[in-house]
């Protein structure tokens, strides 16, 4: 069991905008920044979103992340067929000393 | 530009010692702040985190994976190795290694993963 609470799964038309929520406690999310990947089928998981909101550079400004106190959330808006991924939330965890994930999100695009 | 790699056996019998290396380019591990992490990912499920190394030799490790995990590195080479003692099929995955640009943040750039497979 992931100590980062996401949907299993999510879905949009294309266009629509979409959000996956990335629920923690104040170890993890509420005293460190929030990463968000994307995990195309067979692929390794690349940063979507560092830093809680920042996307580094060659990510599109569809994608976009915020927190607030122990929750976080990645944001897509005009969804594409090609955003049809896994997506994971990830933190710093005083407590564990250690790197949490999320349980991941499935996105399908109808 | 980071590019991270990993490189080892891609089948192990039960009870056998697992040893990774991780090579990577495009940063130096001499760099405060930099570290070098380790991730797995059975199949069909979630990423789970392993290790991390960082640039003053400080080492973090899976509070539930600790007793059998060991990182070094080795800066002349450019290389992070990650042992895991007392393999177990349920320790089938994909194993990526990852660039971590700041002390206690997750990854940024990671590797492009290997298979390794546990079985009789």
């Known amino acids: 069991q992931s100590v980062l609470t996401q949907p299993p799964s999510a879905s949009g038309t294309p266009g629509q905008r979409v959000t996956i929520s990335c629920s923690g406690r104040?170890?993890?999310?509420?005293?460190?920044?929030v990463y968000w990947y994307q995990q195309l089928p067979g692929t390794a998981p690349k940063v979507l979103i560092h830093?809680?909101?920042q996307r580094p550079s060659g990510v599109p400004d569809r994608f976009s992340g915020s927190k607030s106190g122990t929750s976080a959330s990645l944001a897509i808006s005009g969804l594409r067929s090609e955003d049809e991924a896994d997506y994971y939330c990830?933190?710093?965890?005083?407590?564990?000393?250690?790197?949490?994930f999320g349980g991941g999100t499935r996105l399908t695009v109808l | 530009q980071i590019t991270l790699k990993e490189s080892g056996p891609t089948l192990l019998k039960p009870t056998q010692t697992l040893m990774l290396t991780c090579t990577f380019s495009?940063?130096?591990?001499?760099?405060?702040?930099?570290?070098v992490g380790w991730i797995r990912q059975p199949p069909g499920k979630a990423l789970e985190w392993l290790a991390v190394?960082?640039?003053?030799?400080?080492?973090r490790y899976s509070p539930s994976l600790k007793s059998r995990l060991t990182i070094t590195r080795d800066t002349s080479k450019n290389q992070v190795v990650l042992t895991m003692t007392n393999m177990d099929p349920v320790d089938t995955a994909t194993y990526y290694c990852?660039?971590?640009?700041?002390?206690?943040?997750?990854?940024?750039?990671w590797g492009q993963g290997t298979l390794v497979t546990v079985s009789s």
């Open positions: 190394i960082y640039w003053d030799d400080d080492r």
């Open positions: 495009g940063f130096s591990l001499t760099t405060s702040g930099m570290g």
């Open positions: 990852a660039h971590v640009r700041q002390i206690w943040r997750p990854p940024d750039y």
């Open positions: 104040s170890s993890n999310i509420g005293s460190n920044y």
């Open positions: 830093s809680n909101n």
């Open positions: 990830a933190a710093w965890d005083d407590s564990l000393s250690g790197v949490v």
